[in-house]
C-alpha cells in the first residue's frame, strides 16, 4: 500500500468523522480535500487548483437548471399548489378506505415534479396533508408513515434536481435520465397506494375513509389541479419532444409558476422576494457542495482511492451484480447520515469508477443511466432507514405527539415495498432503459 493511498484512505476517515460530529458536509469536504491535496502535493499545486476550480465548476452550463428548478419548487409553494394538488387527489381518492393517505401520496408525486427536492417534498405536503389525516382520525403510525415515505417520491419524479447533479458528474444525457426516471416514479407511486390499501386492510382502524365530496366539490378540485398539469406537461413535454432543452424548460417553468400565482394574488413582491432569497440560500448551499466534492475529489484521485476500489472489486472474484448490490447497501446507509444531494455528491465518484468496469451486459451509457436510477432509489431509501432517516425526522418535527418509533414503524411497509421494486429495477433493466432508447 503506497504512501499516498494510506493518506488517502485517511483522509476518508476523517470526513466520516467530522460528518458524524455535524460538521456541515461542505464545509467536511472542503477541509479534507484541500488538506489532503496540501500534504500530497504542495502549497503551489493547491493554490494553483483554486484558482480556477470554483470556476470550472461552476460555469458548466448544465449546472444553470439547478436554480431555476429550485425556484420554481419556491414558487411552487408560494402559490399553494401543493393545497391544489392534495383536493384534487382527495377529490378523487378519498372515498376508499385510507384514501387520504393515497391522497398524500399523489399529491406527493405531483409536487415533486414541480419541485424536485424530498425534504421539501416531505415539509411541504406535511403541512397541507397531516391536519386532514389527524381529523379523520388515522393512526399515528400510518399517517406520518406514509407522508415521511411519500416525501421520498420528489427526488425520483422529472425534474430533480439530484438526478441534474447526478448526470453532470458521470457526463450522462439529462434529458434521457429524466425519461428513465419516468417509469420508476410512476411504479414507487403505485406500489405505496397499493401499501396502505394492504394496510388499512391488516389494521381496519388505522385508515377510515374520507367523506364523500359533492360534484360540485368533485369539479372544482379537478379544474383546480390543471395548472399544475399544464405546467408539468410544457416543462418534461418540452423537453422529452425535443423542443427545448431542460434549461429553457425550467426557464419557461418558472415563468408559468409565476405567472399563475400572480394571477391568483398569492405571490405579490414580498412573496418573490422571499423566494428568490430561498433560491439563493439553496443553490448556493448545492454550489458550495459540489466545489467540496470536485475538490475531495481531486485529493482522493491524486491518493488513488477510487482506483483501488475499483481493482479490490474487480480483482475480488464477486459476480458484478454482487457487487452492485454491496455497493446499494452502503448508498443506503450513508443515506441514513446525510441529505441526497451529500450523499450523492459523496458516493458517487467512488461507486461510479468502480461500476463502469463491471459488464452488466450493456454499454456504458445505458449503464449510467441504469446505475443513476439505481442510485436514487436507494438514496430515497436512506431518507426513511432508521436511526436517522431525514424525512422521519422532519415529519416527526411536525408531529411532536408521536413517538418517533411509531413514525418509523408507519415507514416500514413503504420501505419494504421500495425493497421490492429495487430488486425489479435490477432484475429488469429494460424499466428504466425503454423510455431513453425511445428517446435516441
Known amino acids: ?170 457526463e450522462a444525457n439529462i434529458v434521457k435520465m429524466f425519461a428513465a426516471a419516468f417509469i420508476p416514479g410512476i411504479m414507487a407511486v403505485l406500489f405505496f397506494i397499493a401499501t396502505i390499501a394492504i394496510y388499512v386492510r391488516v389494521f381496519p382502524g388505522s385508515g377510515p375513509e374520507a367523506d364523500p365530496v359533492t360534484r360540485k366539490e368533485f369539479v372544482a378540485a379537478t379544474f383546480g389541479v390543471l395548472p399544475v398539469a399544464v405546467i408539468f406537461g410544457l416543462v418534461i413535454g418540452g423537453i422529452y419532444f425535443g423542443f427545448f432543452n431542460p434549461t429553457p424548460a ?62 479490490m472489486m474487480a480483482t475480488s472474484g464477486l459476480s458484478p451484480h454482487v457487487i452492485l448490490i454491496l455497493l446499494l447497501a452502503a448508498l443506503i446507509i450513508l443515506g441514513c447520515l446525510m441529505d441526497s444531494l451529500s450523499m450523492i455528491l459523496l458516493a458517487i465518484p467512488f461507486f461510479w469508477p468502480v461500476i463502469s468496469e463491471l459488464d452488466f451486459g450493456m454499454g456504458p451509457e445505458e449503464t449510467k443511466i441504469w446505475f443513476g436510477i439505481l442510485a436514487l432509489v436507494v438514496v430515497e431509501l436512506g431518507l426513511i432507514t432508521p436511526p436517522v432517516g431525514m424525512n422521519v425526522f422532519v415529519i416527526n418535527a411536525m408531529a411532536r405527539d408521536v413517538p418517533m418509533k411509531e413514525t418509523f414503524k408507519g415507514a416500514l411497509p413503504f420501505f419494504s415495498v421500495e425493497l421490492v421494486r429495487v ?18
Open 1 to 170: 500500500m503506497t504512501n499516498e493511498l494510506v493518506m488517502g484512505l485517511t483522509g476518508l476517515g476523517l470526513l466520516i468523522a467530522l460528518i458524524a460530529i455535524r460538521m456541515p458536509i461542505a464545509y467536511a469536504m472542503i477541509i479534507v480535500g484541500a488538506g489532503g491535496t496540501l500534504f500530497l502535493s504542495g502549497p503551489l499545486v493547491l493554490l494553483s487548483q483554486m484558482k480556477t476550480l470554483a470556476y470550472g465548476v461552476f460555469s458548466n452550463y448544465d449546472l444553470s437548471v439547478v436554480p431555476l428548478f429550485v425556484l420554481m419548487g419556491h414558487l411552487a409553494t408560494k402559490a399553494n399548489l401543493s393545497q391544489s394538488l392534495f383536493r384534487a387527489a382527495n377529490a378523487w381518492l378519498g372515498r376508499f378506505r385510507g384514501g387520504v393517505a393515497m391522497s398524500a401520496v399523489a399529491a406527493c408525486a405531483g409536487f415533486g415534479a414541480v419541485c424536485g427536492s424530498s425534504l421539501a417534498t416531505a415539509s411541504t405536503m406535511g403541512q397541507v396533508a397531516l391536519p386532514e389525516l389527524r381529523r379523520y382520525r388515522y393512526s399515528p403510525a400510518l399517517a406520518t408513515g406514509t407522508l415521511a415515505a411519500a416525501g421520498v417520491l420528489g427526488i425520483l419524479i422529472p425534474p430533480s434536481v439530484v438526478l441534474v447533479v447526478y448526470s453532470v458528474i458521470v
Open 250 to 311: 425550467a426557464a419557461i417553468g418558472v415563468f408559468l409558476v409565476l405567472v399563475y400565482g400572480i394571477g391568483i394574488r398569492l405571490i405579490g413582491l414580498a412573496e418573490l422576494r422571499d423566494a428568490l432569497l430561498s433560491t439563493a440560500k439553496t443553490s448556493g448551499m448545492i454550489y458550495l457542495i459540489m466545489l467540496g466534492a470536485e475538490m475531495l475529489e481531486i485529493f482522493m484521485s491524486r491518493g488513488g482511492v477510487p482506483q483501488a476500489a475499483a481493482s
Open 423 to 440: 430488486a425489479l429495477l435490477i432484475a429488469f433493466p429494460s424499466i428504466v432503459l425503454i423510455l431513453p432508447a425511445i428517446l435516441d
